[in-house]
């Protein structure tokens, strides 16, 4: 077998070196303005983009790179997180969770009772509202060293819960449509889920745990990156077999390296893929935003956007202090989850593909949620600072 090395410029390269150089100049300007990354990364999609420049135009390639992203983000949380912390507060991340998805449908009907609208669309809106950005959520706390805070912990159960409760979503958009799921994937998911509660119970019970070949991998760098490849990615590809989220999986398979105490090697054979991936993920957010239809929508695009925002800080904060929670850290964790997640793309193109809603509401969906992700770092910024003057944030 011969090698053959092209002498031209291969496009894909040039592309990730005109996104690279625009996160960068972005990067060093947002960061002047005390912004995070996060937004850099959405603008450079946008301009990079069809909308702008044009310069990207396989979407589909960088959104499925950027979903490389989410799991690694997912799977560093595994490894950081507290699992007795976040198991005794179980209360707050499952009743916290279905009470928010609960009040936001109930929001959603208060205005689409006014409007005719039929029962579908309120429970479909409902549902896209409901769901934070994990992506986005994670990453700002883990840039205020806030992830194994009260309100942190309180905040990734709720979004982990949200990330298991999108199969159930998903299940209802299909009887709403007429179509049923067949029993097999029903059963796939069942499946799934009791391996994940499995696993939990299994590191929980477990005083130590240690991977095949443990002192062979440690002492070789190679190995150590394609085992933690492994670990990572094969655990989200069960999952997502199991008809799950692969976000889970790779979550799971943190929470198991953390148990195995193999943190270290991993986070250093991980960390530079997470931050590339992550940010492609971001970037692939950007390129979602329709710009001219923005312009030609731009005031019912932020009118809803400011209704998202309020909305869903107001569920959230009055959820968690139902559950316990002080006024305060409530507010403010409301505050953090009142963006429109990542997995709400999933619910508007799930509904778009059963004719359940036509373009015209789709593109909205997708400007309105693009938008939240953002504004959501300046949202949560002026609520803190409010509630800063006073008393610290737990």
Not at 331 to 347: D, H, K, P, T, V
Request: hydrophobic share 55%; aromatic share 10%.
């Amino acid at each position: 077998m011969s090698l053959i090395l092209s002498t031209g410029v291969d496009p894909i390269l040039t592309k990730l070196v005109l996104i690279s150089l625009g996160i960068i100049v972005l990067g060093f300007f947002l960061k002047r303005l005390k912004q995070p990354y996060i937004v850099a990364y959405i603008l450079a999609g946008v301009i990079m983009g069809p909308s702008v420049l044009g310069i990207v135009s396989d979407e589909s390639l960088i959104s499925n790179l950027g979903s490389f992203g989410l799991v690694l983000l997912l799977f560093f949380i595994g490894m950081e997180i507290s699992l007795p912390q976040l198991i005794s507060n179980l209360k707050i991340s499952v009743i916290g969770t279905v009470l928010q998805v609960g009040f936001s449908i109930l929001a959603v009907w208060s205005i689409g009772f006014f409007l005719d609208w039929p029962l579908y669309r309120i429970i479909l809106l409902g549902f896209v509202i409901s769901i934070s950005s994990t992506a986005v959520v994670i990453k700002l706390l883990q840039d205020r060293n806030e992830t194994n805070s009260k309100t942190g912990q309180n905040v990734i159960g709720i979004l982990l819960a949200q990330d298991v409760i999108i199969v159930p979503m998903l299940i209802t958009l299909n009887y709403l449509s007429g179509q049923k799921p067949e029993n097999i994937e029903v059963l796939k998911q069942v499946v799934g889920g009791c391996f994940m509660v499995g696993i939990i119970v299994w590191v929980m019970r477990k005083k130590e745990i240690r991977f095949p070949f443990d002192d062979k991998i440690k002492a070789d760098h190679e190995m150590q990156v394609f085992a933690a490849i492994a670990v990572c990615f094969g655990f989200s590809v069960i999952t997502a077999f199991l008809g799950l989220s692969s976000a889970l999986g790779a979550f799971i398979a943190g929470i198991l390296v953390s148990s195995a105490q193999a943190t270290k090697w991993v986070h250093e054979s991980l960390h530079a893929f997470r931050v590339v991936f992550v940010a492609i993920f971001f970037v692939s957010i950007g390129m979602l935003i329709d710009l001219s239809f923005l312009h030609e929508n731009l005031s019912v695009v932020m009118l809803l956007v400011l209704a998202v925002f309020l909305t869903n800080n107001i569920i959230n904060a009055v959820v968690l202090r139902i559950l316990g929670v002080d006024w305060r850290s409530s507010i403010y964790s409301g505050a953090i989850l009142a963006q429109i997640g990542e997995f709400s793309f999933i619910l508007g193109a799930t509904a778009f593909a059963m004719n359940m809603i036509v373009d015209y509401t789709y593109q909205l969906i997708i400007s309105v949620i693009s938008i939240t992700l953002v504004i959501s770092p300046i949202w949560i910024v002026i609520v803190r600072s409010i509630l800063m003057r006073n008393k610290t944030v737990n």
